[in-house]
């Protein structure tokens, strides 16, 4: 089983950026997606959940209303769009699936399969 993450990069204040997390060897249909994200002394956080069924997301008040979690399940491919970046958005994010149940999961230990984490640099 493997969650690759990638789309991190360089991105000026006000830009955008769209992370990919690819699955292989679970379907994610039967899986809850969140993306967390760690910056520099800080806890790893969830930022963004989508349920496997339904398609419900869930989004830290930091980031709502500019980051979009979703996925296509025939790619097998979570993604995470992200717009109006600010400096504040700069950490490693990670992709992370638990199995669906129907619950929203927000803890880190609770997520069995974790992304490799890509770095998002916002600069003025």
């Known amino acids: 089983v493997q969650l690759q993450a990638s789309g991190g990069g360089l991105v000026q204040i006000g830009g955008s950026l769209r992370l990919s997390c690819a699955a292989s060897g679970l379907h994610l249909a039967n899986y809850a997606i969140a993306w967390f994200r760690q910056a520099p002394g800080k806890e790893r956080a969830v930022i963004a959940h989508i349920f496997n069924i339904g398609g419900s997301t869930y989004y830290k008040d930091s980031v709502r209303g500019r980051f979009t979690i979703s996925k296509d399940d025939v790619e097998n491919t979570v993604y995470l769009q992200m717009t109006g970046l600010k400096p504040e958005d700069t950490a490693v994010y990670y992709c992370?699936?638990?199995?669906?149940?129907?619950?929203?999961?927000?803890?880190?230990?609770?997520?069995?399969?974790w992304g490799q984490g890509t770095l998002v640099t916002v600069s003025s």
């Open positions: 992370a699936a638990v199995v669906g149940d129907g619950l929203l999961h927000l803890n880190a230990d609770e997520f069995h399969y």
